[in-house]
């Protein structure tokens, strides 16, 4: 058996930050955001959170977690989002306080 034959499971980031949808927003006004994505490295998940970030009209990030998911979360909030990063797309939960 090689490398080759070996099944690798996708590796999945969860970027942890705050968000605003305008620059003269109050730091208190922030949004707590949790994003979902495939990426090849930590780099390229920072890189591809802020593009998803700025497409949905968030203005400001602060960035301040990033790690690799350990398999399917066992919050129902997350799992749509999981699923979303593994079909390729970038998943940006929101939670209000």
Not at 21 to 41: G, V
Not at 64 to 73: A, H, L, R, S, Y
Request: net charge negative; no cysteine.
């Amino acid at each position: 058996m090689n490398d080759n034959d070996l099944e690798m499971d996708p590796v999945v980031y969860i970027v942890i930050g705050r968000v605003w949808k305008d620059e003269d927003t109050s730091p208190d006004a922030a949004i707590t955001i949790h994003a979902f994505l495939m990426a090849p490295d930590d780099d390229d998940a920072v890189r591809k959170t802020l593009e998803a970030l700025s497409s949905q009209g968030f203005t400001e990030a602060e960035l301040d977690q990033i790690g690799v998911i350990d398999g399917e979360p066992d919050e129902p909030i997350y799992e749509g989002a999981y699923h979303d990063a593994l079909s390729g797309n970038v998943a940006i939960v929101t939670l209000a306080d």
